[in-house]
């Protein structure tokens, strides 16, 4: 299997990087900062024996998400076989508008980025990779509404703006995988560019057959607890939620949340591909 990884240092992504390497796979990863690894021991083995590709670029740079797509099919050998999309930008404090996004569109025209320049070569349905995109709980209006009480002054006040950005990228996956759209989730006046839709390169409505969507409830950090021992046909400790919400989701380790792309939507795309899964203990 070969994977182009965009979003892949640190976090869920780098976590779900890690877990391909050790399976076999092979991965080209667009990074903004390619030494961001140098110190990395355990992703060294993996890039000197030639297995973790790094190559320089941005996911809000077209030219150079286009250049990744490129290096991805060279060493896939002219496949690629799945994309993995973990971007989410990095809240900080602003005197005028409080906690705010240094591009409150990262995700959303990264992605725009992604399906725009996929090759030729991967565009009919029997060669497209299968997609796995990472949203969130709570960017839709109705997962907004599950969202637990308790966690609700925190959703509020923490998250508008992430969420804007990912409902964002919601819009763009609902308009070219097919998927459903609500009318009461409107997107932020200038997070998608007007007439988004007809961006040159961008599948039309329907035309991306393979996708998955990952909504985690709150992240938090630690271990994997999928990892730890279990009896024979003990199901792992968190809750994969088809399509629906719960209102009962409260947390999900980024581990976890790796896990799951890779030992469930991945392992077992036909029972996933189409749907939007929230994940939670």
Not at 137 to 158: D, E, F, Q, R, W
Not at 222 to 227: R, Y
Request: proline letters at 6%; glycine letters at 10%.
């Amino acid at each position: 299997m070969h994977v182009y990884l965009l979003g892949g240092s640190k976090n869920i992504g780098y976590f779900a990087g890690l877990r391909l390497l050790k399976q076999g796979a092979t991965i080209t990863y667009l990074l903004r900062s390619p030494n961001t690894f140098d110190n990395d021991e355990e992703m060294q083995r993996y890039i000197k024996q030639g297995k973790a590709q790094l190559v320089r670029g941005d996911g809000l740079n077209l030219e150079d998400v286009r250049n990744g797509w490129q290096k991805a099919l060279e060493a896939g050998n002219g496949k690629v076989d799945a994309v993995l999309f973990t971007i989410g930008g990095t809240l900080a404090f602003t005197m005028k508008g409080g906690l705010a996004l240094n591009h409150p569109n990262l995700c959303t025209q990264s992605l725009l980025n992604v399906l725009s320049s996929i090759p030729s070569s991967l565009r009919a349905p029997d060669s497209q990779p299968h997609f796995v995109v990472v949203t969130s709980m709570g960017c839709t209006a109705a997962s907004h509404k599950a969202v637990p009480l308790s966690l609700k002054p925190l959703y509020n006040i923490l998250l508008p703006a992430p969420h804007a950005d990912k409902l964002g990228a919601e819009r763009v996956l609902a308009y070219v995988a097919g998927l459903s759209w609500q009318a009461e989730d409107k997107v932020k006046a200038g997070i998608l560019p007007e007439g988004w839709e007809s961006t040159p390169g961008l599948p039309g409505p329907g035309e991306l057959k393979h996708v998955v969507v990952i909504w985690p409830s709150l992240l938090k950090d630690g271990v994997c607890k999928a990892d730890e021992e279990r009896k024979p046909g003990e199901q792992a400790p968190y809750r994969a939620l088809k399509d629906r919400h719960v209102g009962d989701a409260y947390r999900i380790s980024r581990k976890d949340t790796a896990h799951f792309i890779v030992h469930e939507a991945l392992a077992n795309w036909d029972n996933w591909e189409g749907s939007r899964v929230t994940l939670t203990y």
